[in-house]
């Protein structure tokens, strides 16, 4: 009867028989569904002779009867909708599911990312969210879902304008942005050791809820389960900005044990890993920030002297201080402050231009140096080096140094904040959602942020 008649026959004729007391309604005995009669020859003959249509006919004179089998078989048949093979969501979910051993149960079937519709002024003026249809990741590649998706204002201020060594934006049109992010592997492509539920930091287009990368670019940090979303944000946090001051300073920069650095914008995203890193290295740090509150946060992670560049003379304080200049600089702001610690570098000493924030289109206020950012910017994209007179290097590729790494400096950075040796700071604003991103990005350029600005994503 199951492989002939459909569900719904099926269901129906069962509930008929238990459910309606035919004794009481017709004066005929109760009966159960009959066996399979021997003069029947077929199970679909049998089946058509129980179908719900056949009793109502042989019932037509009794309206009461018929009622209520039109209440029991309504309710049967509602069952049979909600109950009988796979949802819609569900038969969706398992034609996703090629591998079924490297697939979650919770992939959404659509996600939303934020793009910009075209190049143009500013992050702001071109974002837009779009919503699109989740692919399953090819072989190498890994489905992320995105909790934390960190903000660097410079890189996506000139992406979303199509400049420098995005030029060829300028005529696309919904690209995505964003750059780093930390989540759980939702899915994975064949020839991938990481696993769903798995926690990773990674480099991608990450203003977006779910985000497809290749395995090369995550780094996994835990099993999602036993983790925080904080550890997520500060995950998000390490892998770039974190990174940037571990290879600037001890790949590319060679520092050692009783060198004297500056490190202008001490308390931002990448600058607070840079005081840290070079404590660990037993450096003496001499750190810039803008406010007596940085000054505080910059003193707790250990930095030397700290000074707070709208109250004291930093010039002045490097003569008087440090009269033989400084060994290594990392840099991010340009403007005076670029001139200023080239003019404190010490004979054989290195400069690592890690940005020049102070140039940047939206930038807070006026670039009043207009030619100098150019130069600097010139430099910086290209990945230049400059070789000056006594013996002094500006470092404008600060990842040049990887090719002399005896170590891994992604799982070196993470260790050291496993076990508690290296702080990732985020700043307290608390930015939720793609549709705050340009908010974000703004903030990270007004120069107001403490630690690394990072975008939550629910």
């Known amino acids: 009867l199951c492989l002939a008649a459909t569900p719904a ?4 004729s069962t509930s008929m028989s238990r459910l309606l007391p035919s004794s009481r309604l017709s004066g005929t005995p ?8 021997a003069h029947v020859s077929t199970p679909l ?6 179908t719900p249509f056949a009793w109502v006919k042989q019932h037509r004179s009794r309206p009461l009867l018929i009622a209520r089998f039109v209440l029991v078989a309504s309710a049967a048949l509602v069952c049979v909708a909600t109950s009988v093979g796979p949802s819609r969501q569900a038969r969706a979910h398992i034609q996703m599911q090629a591998n079924p051993a490297t697939a979650t149960s919770e992939v959404p079937l659509r996600f939303r990312r934020l793009v910009a519709q075209s190049a143009g002024e500013s992050v702001r003026a071109v974002a837009a969210v779009r919503e699109l249809e ?4 090819g072989e190498g590649e890994v489905l992320i879902k995105v909790l934390a998706a960190g903000i660097n204002g410079g ?7 199509g400049e420098r060594v995005f030029a060829s934006l300028k005529g696309a049109s919904d690209f995505a942005l964003g750059s780093e992010g930390a989540g759980i592997v939702l899915q994975v492509g064949q020839g991938v050791s990481l696993r769903p539920g798995d926690a990773v930091a990674f480099v991608g287009s990450a203003l977006s809820e779910l985000d497809t990368v290749k395995e090369s670019s995550c780094h996994r940090f835990g099993v999602a389960s036993d983790l925080d979303p904080k550890h997520f944000r500060e995950a998000a946090a390490l892998r770039i900005s974190g990174l940037t001051a571990l290879v600037a300073l001890e790949l590319t920069g060679q520092i050692s044990q009783g060198d004297v650095i500056l490190i202008t914008a001490a308390a931002g995203g990448t600058g607070h890993f840079a005081v840290q890193i070079a404590k660990l290295n037993g450096a003496r740090v001499v750190a810039t920030c803008s406010t007596d509150e940085k000054a505080e946060v910059l003193r707790s992670l250990g930095a030397d002297r700290v000074v707070v560049y709208t109250k004291e003379d930093l010039s002045k304080v490097l003569d008087d201080e440090f009269p033989e200049g400084v060994d290594l600089v990392y840099e991010g702001v340009g403007g005076k402050l670029h001139t200023m610690a080239l003019a404190h570098l010490k004979d054989g000493g290195r400069q690592l231009q890690v940005g020049y924030i102070s140039h940047y289109p939206q930038a807070a206020g006026k670039d009043a140096h207009e030619g100098q950012g150019e130069e600097l910017g010139d430099a910086f994209w290209g990945g230049k080096t400059w070789e000056l007179p006594g013996n002094k290097t500006v ?3 600060v990842w040049g140094g990887m090719k002399r790494a005896t170590f891994n400096p992604v799982k070196r950075l993470f260790d050291l904040w496993a076990a508690a040796d290296l702080k990732a700071l985020i700043d307290p604003a608390p930015f939720t959602g793609l549709e705050q991103a340009p908010d974000a ?5 007004s120069g107001q942020s403490t630690g690394k600005v990072v975008l939550r994503l629910p």
Do not use: D, G, I
């Open 441 to 445: 990005v703004e903030h990270m350029m």
């Open 9 to 12: 026959q099926v269901l129906v």
């Open 155 to 161: 890189c996506e201020t000139f992406r979303a304008r």
């Open 134 to 137: 989740t692919k399953q990741p």
């Open 45 to 50: 003959a049998w089946s058509q002779q129980l």
């Open 30 to 37: 109760h009966r159960r569904l009959p066996a399979w009669p």
């Open 395 to 397: 470092y404008f590729n």
